[in-house]
Protein backbone atom coordinates (compact mmCIF):
# COMPACT_ATOMS: atom_id res chain seq x y z
CA UNK A 1 0.00 0.00 0.00
CA UNK A 2 1.68 3.67 -0.82
CA UNK A 3 2.32 5.70 2.17
CA UNK A 4 -0.58 8.10 2.48
CA UNK A 5 0.58 9.42 5.81
CA UNK A 6 -1.58 6.89 8.30
CA UNK A 7 -0.12 5.49 11.26
CA UNK A 8 1.59 2.34 10.52
CA UNK A 9 0.85 1.02 14.28
CA UNK A 10 -3.32 1.02 13.90
CA UNK A 11 -5.05 -1.08 11.33
CA UNK A 12 -5.88 0.88 7.87
CA UNK A 13 -9.36 0.15 5.84
CA UNK A 14 -8.95 1.23 2.58
CA UNK A 15 -12.90 1.90 0.15
CA UNK A 16 -11.79 2.19 -3.34
CA UNK A 17 -13.80 3.46 -6.32
CA UNK A 18 -12.81 3.35 -9.62
CA UNK A 19 -14.26 4.82 -12.38
CA UNK A 20 -14.21 3.36 -15.62
CA UNK A 21 -12.14 5.21 -18.57
CA UNK A 22 -13.97 6.90 -21.35
CA UNK A 23 -13.31 5.31 -24.67
CA UNK A 24 -10.78 7.45 -27.04
CA UNK A 25 -9.89 9.59 -24.02
CA UNK A 26 -6.26 9.70 -22.71
CA UNK A 27 -5.43 9.28 -18.84
CA UNK A 28 -8.54 10.31 -17.90
CA UNK A 29 -7.92 7.43 -14.70
CA UNK A 30 -10.21 8.26 -11.54
CA UNK A 31 -9.31 6.79 -8.04
CA UNK A 32 -11.15 7.48 -5.08
CA UNK A 33 -9.76 6.44 -1.52
CA UNK A 34 -11.34 6.53 1.83
CA UNK A 35 -8.90 5.75 4.37
CA UNK A 36 -10.06 4.41 7.87
CA UNK A 37 -7.70 3.51 10.74
CA UNK A 38 -9.32 1.81 13.89
CA UNK A 39 -6.68 0.54 16.51
CA UNK A 40 -4.85 -2.88 16.70
CA UNK A 41 -6.61 -5.25 18.65
CA UNK A 42 -10.02 -4.03 19.17
CA UNK A 43 -12.43 -6.47 17.84
CA UNK A 44 -14.83 -3.52 17.17
CA UNK A 45 -14.58 0.45 16.46
CA UNK A 46 -16.89 3.55 15.67
CA UNK A 47 -15.57 6.62 14.18
CA UNK A 48 -18.34 10.16 14.77
CA UNK A 49 -17.60 13.54 13.87
CA UNK A 50 -15.34 13.93 17.05
CA UNK A 51 -12.71 11.27 15.86
CA UNK A 52 -12.98 12.60 11.92
CA UNK A 53 -9.11 12.70 12.17
CA UNK A 54 -8.91 8.90 11.36
CA UNK A 55 -10.49 8.98 8.09
CA UNK A 56 -8.70 9.96 5.61
CA UNK A 57 -10.22 11.06 1.16
CA UNK A 58 -7.69 10.17 -1.53
CA UNK A 59 -8.48 11.26 -5.32
CA UNK A 60 -5.55 9.98 -7.78
CA UNK A 61 -5.96 10.78 -11.23
CA UNK A 62 -3.46 12.05 -14.05
CA UNK A 63 -5.45 15.74 -14.15
CA UNK A 64 -2.76 16.96 -11.65
CA UNK A 65 -5.51 17.80 -9.27
CA UNK A 66 -4.64 14.84 -6.30
CA UNK A 67 -6.27 15.04 -3.20
CA UNK A 68 -5.76 14.02 0.49
CA UNK A 69 -7.95 15.77 2.43
CA UNK A 70 -9.82 15.13 5.96
CA UNK A 71 -13.18 14.18 5.88
CA UNK A 72 -16.06 17.28 6.73
CA UNK A 73 -18.69 14.83 8.22
CA UNK A 74 -19.28 11.06 8.92
CA UNK A 75 -19.30 7.68 11.06
CA UNK A 76 -18.05 4.29 10.61
CA UNK A 77 -18.90 1.43 12.66
CA UNK A 78 -16.40 -1.49 12.70
CA UNK A 79 -16.91 -5.34 13.60
CA UNK A 80 -14.23 -8.08 13.41
CA UNK A 81 -15.95 -11.06 11.67
CA UNK A 82 -12.95 -13.25 11.92
CA UNK A 83 -8.97 -13.32 12.42
CA UNK A 84 -8.73 -11.14 8.98
CA UNK A 85 -12.15 -10.41 8.19
CA UNK A 86 -13.68 -6.90 8.94
CA UNK A 87 -17.62 -5.79 8.44
CA UNK A 88 -17.53 -1.65 7.65
CA UNK A 89 -20.81 0.41 7.73
CA UNK A 90 -21.55 3.98 7.35
CA UNK A 91 -20.58 7.35 5.55
CA UNK A 92 -18.45 10.13 5.00
CA UNK A 93 -18.55 13.40 3.27
CA UNK A 94 -15.88 15.09 1.83
CA UNK A 95 -16.21 18.82 0.32
CA UNK A 96 -13.93 19.04 -3.38
CA UNK A 97 -14.33 22.67 -5.15
CA UNK A 98 -17.09 23.72 -3.20
CA UNK A 99 -19.25 20.57 -3.77
CA UNK A 100 -20.29 18.20 -1.31
CA UNK A 101 -19.78 14.47 -2.01
CA UNK A 102 -20.92 11.36 0.18
CA UNK A 103 -19.83 7.90 0.41
CA UNK A 104 -22.18 5.25 1.78
CA UNK A 105 -20.31 2.12 3.55
CA UNK A 106 -23.01 -0.35 3.51
CA UNK A 107 -21.79 -3.74 5.35
CA UNK A 108 -18.93 -3.74 3.60
CA UNK A 109 -16.11 -6.41 4.08
CA UNK A 110 -12.76 -5.77 4.37
CA UNK A 111 -9.83 -7.69 4.63
CA UNK A 112 -6.77 -6.27 6.73
CA UNK A 113 -4.04 -6.02 4.92
Not at 2 to 29: C, L
Not at 42 to 50: C, K, L, P, T
Not at 94 to 108: A, D, E, H, I, P
Request: hydrophobic content about 35%; proline content about 3%; some cysteine.
Amino acid sequence: MPDWGMPTDRNVFVYEVKYNDKPNKADDELTEYILIQAAKGVSEFAIDNSTLSNIRYIRSCFCGQDVNTKIESGNVHGVKVSDTGWMLSGEVTVTLTGLQKRFYLKSQSFEKR
